[in-house]
Nanobody, 123 residues
Framework: QLQASGGGLVQAGGSLRLSCVASGRPFSTYTVGWFRQALGKERDFVAASFRGQYAVYAESVKGRFTISRDNSKNTVYLQMNNLRPEDTAVYYC???????????????????WGQGTLVTVSS
């Protein structure tokens, strides 16, 4: 089970840190990803921590967002800096056991999803 939190309202240029806490089995070797869905749009890939070894980012967030994890707390973070109004969306975390790094941007690579946390960036 995954629990996402940390969303809120922030002005453009501001920062937020999202957290995704996993309960149950330790997930140190799992791939954990963040996706987002803006109103009326499809859910898009944002970032992933591939089995705790590599970070993968969507082009739109490279250089602004950082994914990290604290395995001792079963928690993955998404630090979001220099936020833009187009970053406004519901953010979801997900976990999966994929062994193929090239699949991390695909929703089908994840078997467990959190409930989402809303991020609103005002201009």
């Amino acid at each position: 089970q995954l629990q996402a939190s940390g969303g809120g309202l922030v002005q453009a240029g501001g920062s937020l840190r999202l957290s995704c806490v996993a309960s149950g089995r330790p997930f140190s070797t799992y791939t954990v990803g963040w996706f987002r869905q803006a109103l009326g749009k499809e859910r898009d890939f944002v970032a992933a921590s591939f089995r705790g070894q590599y970070a993968v980012y969507a082009e739109s967030v490279k250089g602004r967002f950082t994914i990290s994890r604290d395995n001792s707390k079963n928690t993955v973070y998404l630090q979001m800096n220099n936020l833009r109004p187009e970053d406004t969306a519901v953010y979801y975390c997900a976990a999966g056991s994929t062994l193929i790094r090239s699949t991390v941007a695909s929703q089908s690579a994840y078997g467990a999803w959190g409930q989402g946390t809303l991020v609103t960036v005002s201009s």
